[in-house]
């Protein structure tokens, strides 16, 4: 839990949040419980990335590489 908000997948190393979208996600209430979602973790310093089902079946390796391009490895040690 961040906040009020459960999240999907949380690297605090990043600071990123990972979530993935079903289609609720999509309709007017869950749009715009989203954005204050969204809102509130950018106010914290977290960047959100969100990936429909349709993305994780369909373009699962894709998924995988934007998500590595997106986390800051500086803080990570060999």
């Known amino acids: 839990m961040i906040g009020k908000y459960i999240v ?5 190393s990043s600071k990123v949040v990972i979530e993935l979208d079903g289609s609720q996600h ?4 869950g749009i715009e419980s989203d954005t204050k979602r ?11 990335l ?3 089902n349709s993305d994780i ?3 699962f ?14 803080s990570v040690t060999s």
Do not use: H, P, W
């Open 50 to 52: 969100r990936y429909s």
């Open 26 to 29: 999509y309709e007017e209430m």
């Open 38 to 48: 969204d809102e509130y973790l950018k106010g914290l310093g977290i960047k959100v």
């Open 8 to 12: 999907d997948f949380y690297i605090a």
């Open 61 to 74: 390796e894709d998924v995988c590489q934007d998500i590595l391009n997106n986390l800051d490895t500086s």
């Open 57 to 59: 079946n369909q373009r």
